[in-house]
């Protein structure tokens, strides 16, 4: 059947960043999410996280947002996915952000590995709905492997990195799921 756009009451996301790639992700999240009338909260992984904040149901989104670190996730994401409350139906989303670098006018994707599976299976074991992940390129900072960047095409890999992650978010604010990487 058709499905329509969702009207969460909250969204909360759980970020780690450390460059400021996947803040800058969370970031924007909030932006598109605020933009749909949705009360909207950002914890940083290493937060306490006060626990009338865990409102649980399908009319409450959690994001958990993070970097690839050799080619899984973080072990800060991962103990917090563990630690979750049961999700009881409430519906998530996964983000995680790789890097990328341009050559020339190509645009080389990052590698996520495992991550986007690893936390999503955590979620749907603890009873969440993951309605979807998606991996988004950024630039990268792994310069023992690749170059790093200029400014200039930082900006350009930027600007495609936020703008693929308004276009996942429209999806499924939109009652959709969408599960890319």
């Not at 756009?5 to 970020?15: G, N």
């Not at 947002?65 to 049961?86: E, K, N």
């Not at 693929?164 to 999806?171: A, D, E, H, V, Y």
Request: charged fraction near 25%.
């Amino acid at each position: 059947g058709s499905e329509i756009a969702m009207a969460y009451r909250t969204a909360r996301i759980h970020v780690m960043s450390g460059t400021g790639n996947t803040l800058r992700l969370a970031r924007t999240a909030a932006e598109e999410i605020r933009a749909r009338g949705t009360a909207f909260r950002l914890y940083r992984v290493e937060q306490e996280v006060p626990r009338e904040a865990f409102e649980r149901g399908p009319d409450r989104l959690v994001g958990l947002f993070c970097p690839s670190h050799a080619f899984t996730a973080p072990w800060p994401m991962i103990r917090l996915a563990w630690r979750l409350p049961r999700g009881r139906g409430t519906h998530a989303v996964i983000v995680l952000s790789r890097g990328s670098f341009l050559m020339g006018k190509l645009q080389l994707p990052g590698l996520e590995g495992t991550a986007l599976a690893v936390l999503a299976i955590m979620l749907w074991l603890k009873g969440y709905s993951v309605r979807g992940a998606t991996a988004i390129d950024m630039p990268g900072n792994w310069t023992a492997a690749y170059p790093g960047g200029s400014r200039r095409t930082s900006r350009i890999i930027i600007r495609r990195g936020c703008r693929r992650l308004r276009t996942f978010l429209g999806t499924i604010l939109d009652g959709r799921r969408r599960f890319h990487g």
